[in-house]
């Protein structure tokens, strides 16, 4: 081999070498791990667990509403403020179907087949305030959930208003 070539050669090979080195990284023959990569990322697929919350506040607008594990616990005093509030509220969006006391005779109580008698009932008031919460938010058998008409602070002021209703 005479000098010319092979100094040819080595031209051609020190050209050739970046673009080789190139062809390795881009066919994955030589790997840098980027770990900026976005696949490699924490997600959570369809119907993956665990499954995210809704954001607090969120009102179930179809299928089931969600029912904590918990009953919640009333974190409004009855003041008189509270009383008043409550009074108004329930003579809003309450009265209608069960009267003007709670017990179960508002002008719209006969189109349902029941009615609760009496809110004052000793069946109703056994129950947690949670549970009377839970009633006005979701709805219970024919009664509509009223969590559109009333922030959760109405709904406990008008939970603590239930409470002053006279027992019959
Ligand atoms: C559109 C009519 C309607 C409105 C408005 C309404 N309710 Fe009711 N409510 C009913 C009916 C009907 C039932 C009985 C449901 C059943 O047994 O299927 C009921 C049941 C209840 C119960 C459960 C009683 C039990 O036996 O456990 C509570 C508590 C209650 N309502 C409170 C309220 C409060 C408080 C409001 C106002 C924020 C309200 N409701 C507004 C119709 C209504």
New binding site residues.
Partial sequence: MNSRLRRGLIIIAVILTPFIIGLLFTYEILKIPFTTDMQNQISINYQESPRRLPPEGAVPVQGLAIIPDEFPVNPIPADEVSLQRGKI??DI??R???GENGHGD?P?ADH?????EN?TSP??TA?FDGA?YL??RTG?????P?SE??TPQE?WD??NF?HTLPTR
Avoid: A, K, S
Wanted: charged share 10%; glycine share 6%; net charge negative.
């Fill in positions: 509220l329930y969006h309450c209608i179907c069960h508002g719209l349902f087949e029941r009615t609760p809110l069946q109703i129950e009377v009633t006005i219970f058998g024919q009664m509509p009223l008409n009333l709904t008008v939970v239930l």
